[in-house]
């Protein structure tokens, strides 16, 4: 079965660029996505298609993915933006999910 | 308002059965691909299943360890999303999100938009 790896944890520094990564074989090839949760609260799509930021979503988020790698980058990380980080892809008709990343801003 | 709302959560033994319900307003459901993501407690998220809208053929697909006893079903006339879950194990204990891509970004296997989801707990 397919997987995904993000590492456990990232820390940044407020106002420092934050990037999360997400690992699978020929990962580039497929669409992903990225999803922010807080304690308590549901899932938030930020990024999906690789690239796209649905309209809510500030501007400092965005994404890439190529070869085996797909990223998360946050520009000018705020402390509002600590949450746990989920990336997610579909491998044929199977949808698969990173283990997650938890992002700490201090 | 576009809103998934879910229902049916509850305290179940090993073995027993038990069956969620995702209600869905503020679009046009029958339109929609659903999902069933769920998270465990203290744990990552994990796809569940997906059935697509009859339109594009409602194909049904499981994650491997669900399949064989879970089952997801849709009633448009109603609106709303099942899943039908039986030989429950105390793995299966976790918060069950019902989520689509409908309407905003359709067609891009995102999820968009999740309900609040609804506690399943599998005692031994």
């Known amino acids: 079965s397919y997987e995904l790896t993000q590492p456990p944890s990232v820390s940044v520094s407020p106002g420092q660029t934050a990037s999360i990564t997400c690992s699978g074989d020929?990962?580039?090839?497929?669409?992903a996505c990225w999803y922010q949760q807080k304690p308590g609260q549901s899932p938030v799509l930020v990024i999906y298609?690789?690239?796209k930021r649905p309209s809510e979503i500030p501007e400092r988020f965005s994404g890439s993915n190529s070869g085996n790698t797909a990223t998360l980058t946050i520009s000018g990380t705020q402390a509002m933006d600590e949450a746990d980080y989920y990336c997610?892809?579909?491998?044929?008709?199977?949808?698969?999910f990173g283990g997650g990343t938890k992002l700490t801003v201090l | 308002e576009v809103q998934l709302v879910e229902s049916g959560g509850g305290l179940v033994k090993a073995g027993g059965s038990l069956r969620l319900s995702c209600a869905a307003s503020?679009?046009?459901?029958?339109?929609?691909?659903m999902n069933w993501v769920r998270q465990a407690p203290g744990k990552g998220l994990e796809w569940v299943g997906r059935?697509?809208?009859?339109?594009?053929?409602?194909?049904?697909d499981y994650a491997a360890p669900v399949k064989g006893r879970f089952t997801i079903s849709r009633d448009d006339s109603k609106n709303t999303l099942y899943l039908q879950m039986i030989s429950l194990k105390t793995e299966d204990t976790a918060v069950y999100y019902c989520?689509?891509?409908?309407?905003?970004?359709?067609?891009?296997?995102?999820?968009?938009?999740w309900g609040q989801g609804t506690m399943v707990t599998v005692s031994s």
């Open positions: 989520t689509t891509d409908y309407p905003r970004f359709i067609g891009s296997d995102s999820f968009d938009i």
């Open positions: 503020g679009f046009t459901f029958s339109y929609a691909w």
């Open positions: 059935i697509k809208n009859k339109i594009d053929g409602g194909a049904i």
């Open positions: 020929k990962l580039g090839d497929k669409y």
């Open positions: 298609q690789n690239i």
């Open positions: 997610h892809v579909w491998d044929s008709s199977t949808g698969v």
